[in-house]
């Protein structure tokens, strides 16, 4: 066997590999929930098609879901908008400005955002408690876009970088001033960097659970992770079908804008790791 096709072999073992691990609880879970009895593995009777589970999920009153699903796209969006707007200019600001230190600031952001989110919550929820903020958008919000900011400002600087300074100073020329600069050059040019950004903070919004179950109290600001993990059916038993119907449902828009953006995301988190 030559190496060229060894090679082959051993990287379609490895991608196969990785596929099977990626995909098996995600095919179990639909499995669960098309099936009648959501322990069918365990049982004799084997597989039974059935959408009773989604059915209930979406016809019962007392899940909320289309709640928990509406709050974490309204907060996801908000988060993920918000931490772009503010990344985008502080990057530029970074890249393109005289700022002494501004090593040592990059520094200190990636170290701030080393800290674990379990050693924040107890103050965090003292705060917006004080502020009178529990189950409100604004406090998933917030926590968000400080937890995504470190991410998007590197991912950004990183960007920023690759774009030629001449655009800047033909700018300059032309008489626009820095904010122009930015408005029409630079986030033009950059913008599968800064769209690949926005979807990243989407995703870690929407998926966020310890701060969504902390902050929170009932279906009017609880987000979706944390709305499936408080079904319980009666007598206190775990409703396993509608847990994973609902786990379906909801990853559906994350699925949606992986594929539809796959091409964008990888472009601008790799284009920026490479000269030219």
């Known amino acids: 066997m030559t190496e060229e096709r060894a090679k082959g072999w051993l990287i379609a073992a490895g991608s196969g590999f990785m596929l099977v691990f990626c995909l098996t609880p995600v095919l179990y879970m639909v499995a669960t929930s098309l099936s009648e009895d959501p322990l069918f593995l365990s049982q004799q009777a084997g597989f039974h098609l059935s959408l009773r589970h989604y059915a209930a999920v979406a016809t019962s009153g007392s899940l909320h879901f289309f709640h928990y699903l509406g709050n974490s796209l309204v907060v996801s969006a908000l988060s993920a908008f918000v931490t772009v707007l503010i990344a985008a200019p502080a990057a530029y600001a970074i890249t393109r400005l005289v700022m002494p230190g501004r090593v040592l600031l990059l520094y200190f952001v990636l170290a701030v ?164």
């Open 113 to 276: 955002s080393m800290f674990p989110q379990i050693s924040l919550i107890s103050y965090l929820f003292r705060f917006m408690a004080a502020l009178g903020w529990i189950n409100t958008y604004q406090a998933l919000v917030l926590p968000y876009i400080a937890l995504a900011l470190p991410l998007a400002l590197w991912i950004l600087i990183s960007y920023f970088l690759q774009i030629p300074g001449e655009l800047d100073r033909a700018a300059l020329v032309d008489g626009c001033s820095r904010w122009q600069i930015l408005r029409r050059v630079i986030l033009p040019v950059a913008a599968p960097g800064i769209f690949s950004m926005l979807l990243l903070a989407f995703i870690f919004a929407f998926n966020e659970f310890l701060f969504a179950i902390m902050l929170t109290t009932d279906y009017r600001a609880q987000t979706v992770p944390v709305g499936i993990a408080l079904f319980q059916g009666l007598h206190g038993e775990i409703p396993w079908g509608a847990i994973m119907a609902a786990s379906t449902l909801s990853s559906i828009p994350l699925v949606i804008l992986t594929l539809f953006f796959q091409r964008r995301i990888i472009q601008g988190l790799t284009r920026g790791a490479i000269k030219g």
